[in-house]
């Protein structure tokens, strides 16, 4: 057992990291060292004049959860904010967007960045990108669009900007699409999982046998 002098709590030499003193502990528990690494870091930073983002804890009101904007500051539900892997983002969902803008504009195309994003959304490398392209002859898989890859970097998407097609389920990475054919293919996707493209295509031909116009 130890006393832990920064919360005055008796605890178990389990709650203690290993530490240079006489028992081989540390001064402080795990938690109270962990704050004060928070707060030293914290202090640190803002002495150096670097704005740093202060982690924002769960609220639990009713059966809700509601988590704190580190950008615009206002407390909204976890639904809408981001998650990064099993945790939350510190921006909601609004202000990650804009904060995505904002760096577009700011720093221009960044292509290392690119391929950076590209390997941890899609676990493609650099060279199996450009291999896809190639073997597309930079068009569009579905309408054969000629496409811009540095559509992006200019901050436009418009029909002809290169979108990596994947399947959300198993992410699984089916193609190179333009815009305007990425976005139709994910409405049609949608379709065919509800069953209703099959209904519309039914629908489509009974009306032209049942409505003729003389």
């Not at 982690?55 to 500051?73: V, W």
Request: with cysteine; hydrophobic share 20%.
């Amino acid at each position: 057992m130890k006393k832990c002098p920064s919360c005055n709590t008796t605890k178990d030499n389990e709650a203690f990291n290993k530490g240079r003193g006489i028992d081989g502990l540390a001064s402080y528990c795990r938690d109270c060292s962990k704050k004060r690494h928070k707060e030293w870091y914290h202090k640190k930073k803002v002495d150096s004049g670097v704005k740093t983002r202060v982690y924002n804890k769960l609220k639990k009101i009713g059966d809700d959860y509601f988590k704190s904007c580190a950008r615009c500051e206002t407390e909204k539900k976890v639904d809408e904010f981001p998650k990064n892997g099993a945790y939350f983002n510190s921006y909601c969902k609004e202000c990650h967007r804009e904060n995505h803008k904002d760096r577009l504009k700011q720093d221009g195309f960044s292509e290392h960045r690119y391929y950076v994003e590209v390997k941890r959304k899609y676990n493609l490398t650099k060279e199996q990108l450009d291999t896809m392209w190639d073997e597309q002859d930079g068009k569009c898989e579905v309408c054969e669009k000629e496409m811009d890859w540095t559509a992006k970097s200019k901050n436009r998407v418009g029909s002809d900007t290169m979108h990596i097609d994947h399947c959300h389920e198993t992410g699984f990475v089916r193609g190179l699409l333009c815009q305007e054919c990425n976005t139709e293919l994910g409405k049609v996707e949608k379709l065919l999982r509800d069953g209703r493209l099959i209904k519309m295509q039914c629908y489509l031909a009974d009306s032209e046998q049942k409505y003729v116009l003389s």
